[in-house]
């Protein structure tokens, strides 16, 4: 929506006297008299007559300021919307990613790793610790897999 009073290049609480004296500036300048075959100048010339006539009448001012304020708040609520929208995508998408990990960590949790024994040593204590270190290196190496899978699809956004 066209800004009138910018158009007019007075303020919104501009009186009828600066309204009429920067019209007949304007329009003397972008007559279309004065201005052969510019037609830039008779389309201004003619926005100028349009938002003098809606300027000068009171009635059709109010009109015009409650219609340029509700565009105004319909942009900015399409604004609001849209930001709101990117947030709960961005959300969405921590959330899947950490559905992912979450799923990951379990499934490493869930596997037994069970390696052969060759025999069975005097000191069994010392083979439980060795297996446990195995899981872990197990564990530990599924998550940096799982880490790097997520920083490529990263990268590839």
Known sequence: MIDYYKLLGVTRNASITDLKKSYHQLAKKYHPDLNHGNASAENY???INVAYDTLSDANKRTLYDIKYQNAINNQARKKWE???DAA???DR???ESQNRTSATMSAAN???WDYPKEEESEEESEGESENSIWNNLATYLILIWFIMVMFQEIIKK
Do not use: N, S, V
Request: aromatic fraction near 6%; charge should be positive; glycine fraction near 0%.
């Open 45 to 47: 010339f003619k926005e």
């Open 82 to 84: 849209a930001a709101l």
């Open 88 to 90: 709960k995508e961005a």
């Open 93 to 95: 998408k921590i959330r």
């Open 110 to 112: 869930k596997i037994k």
